[in-house]
């Protein structure tokens, strides 16, 4: 049981290049996540799932894509670098079962990303 | 946007002592405030949480405390171990403006434990 694998875990880009962060969960749980955390800024949404085939945006959600097109896979994508897309990029899932299930978030270990 | 902040960004404490992270909240709607923690070069983990009809909720070895009247959470952690340095943060789900799936997070606090 490996939970939320996130690939890959460091990636330098230059700005205008475009690239795609994999997500995997095997819990078979129903909500996703994509967070990003910047130095003093905590941990903001970027762009969430609720189930197959449904995305919504979050807090910041401009300049990235997601898709969910299977349960255990959720795709970030970002179409043209930025600079200020420096971040360390976190995915999670959560059972979404309504009440308490969907405070708990497993995360994964997290994507470095660096724009230049 | 309302929003979760915390009162101090860093909290050094030595190993034995009790610890305490503060958190102030302005969104009196949320139904649920939930405590992570996050280890160096890790993704945050799940604490504790507590329903916003409760003022106490503990766990092993910590406690959350809910004071709704000053919008105030707090987290105690007992006889602090140098395996809690992290840092902290609190979140909030619900309410106003807000859904039953989404996780709102503070700035995060950093607890140092010295032996």
């Known amino acids: 049981n490996a939970g939320v694998t996130q690939t890959p875990k460091f990636r330098v880009l230059k700005t205008g290049q475009s690239m795609t962060l994999l997500c995997a969960q095997d819990m078979n749980h129903e909500y996703m996540y994509w967070y990003r955390q910047d130095p003093g800024m905590g941990l903001r949404l970027i762009h969430y799932s609720v189930g197959e085939g449904t995305t919504a945006k979050g807090e910041v959600p401009d300049g990235y894509n997601v898709s969910r097109l299977k349960k255990q896979n959720f795709l970030l994508g970002l179409e043209s670098a930025a600079p200020s897309q420096t971040s360390v990029y976190f995915c999670?899932?959560?059972?979404?079962?309504?009440?308490?299930?969907?405070?708990?978030?497993?995360f994964g270990a997290g994507s470095r990303l660096t724009v230049l | 946007g309302e929003s979760v902040g915390l009162h101090l960004p860093t909290l050094s404490v030595q190993e034995g002592d009790n610890s305490i992270i503060n958190c102030a909240y302005s969104n009196s709607a949320s139904d649920y405030f939930i405590w992570y923690k996050q280890e160096s070069g890790k993704g945050p983990q799940f604490i504790i949480d507590i329903r916003s009809n409760m003022d106490k909720r503990q766990g092993q070895r910590v406690t959350v405390l809910l004071n709704k009247t000053v919008k105030h959470l707090s987290l105690q952690i007992a006889a602090t171990q140098p395996g809690d340095s992290a840092v902290y943060f609190c979140?909030?789900?619900?309410?106003?403006?807000?859904?039953?799936?989404?996780?709102?997070f503070g700035k995060g606090t950093l607890l140092t434990v010295n032996p």
């Open positions: 979140a909030e789900k619900g309410g106003s403006g807000g859904s039953n799936y989404k996780l709102t």
């Open positions: 999670a899932s959560s059972y979404g079962l309504g009440g308490s299930g969907a405070n708990v978030l497993t």
